[in-house]
Nanobody, 116 residues
C-alpha cells in the first residue's frame, strides 16, 4: 500500500486548501480513513475521520471548517480546509486502515503553513 499526499502549501489566514491522499494497493471506499496533523514542537493530533460506512468526525478546533471525503474515482482521501487559521499550520498526514490488509498505513505528510 502506498499513500501519496499532496495539496499542502502556504496560504493567508481565512484562505482555503484542499489536501488529497492518493492510495494504491487498497480501496479507500472500504477503509476507515483519517487525517492527522503535527504542529511544530507538538504531538500529532487527529483532525478528521471517515469510517468505511461514511460516518465522519472532526476535532473540535476544525468543526465547520474542514471536510473529509473520499473520491472513488481517484481512490483518494481528501480534506477540504476553509477559513484557515495560523493554528492550523503543520504537517498533515493521511492514514488508512486497510480492510484488505488488516493494518494501518501512513502517507508521507504534506506541509500547510497559514500566515496571519
Amino acid at each position: 500500500v502506498q499513500l501519496q499526499a499532496s495539496g499542502g502549501g502556504m496560504v493567508q489566514a481565512g484562505g482555503s486548501l484542499r489536501l488529497s491522499c492518493a492510495a494504491s494497493g487498497t480501496v479507500v471506499r472500504t477503509d476507515d480513513v483519517a487525517w492527522y496533523r503535527r504542529a511544530s514542537g507538538q504531538q500529532r493530533e487527529l483532525v478528521a475521520t471517515m469510517s468505511r460506512g461514511g460516518s465522519t468526525d472532526y476535532a473540535e478546533s476544525v468543526k465547520g471548517r474542514f471536510t473529509i471525503s473520499k473520491d472513488r474515482r481517484k481512490n483518494s482521501v481528501d480534506l477540504q480546509m476553509s477559513s484557515l487559521k495560523p493554528d492550523d499550520s503543520g504537517v498533515y498526514y493521511c492514514n488508512v486502515n486497510s480492510t484488505r490488509w488488516g493494518r494501518s498505513y501512513w502517507g508521507q505528510g504534506t506541509l500547510v503553513t497559514v500566515s496571519s
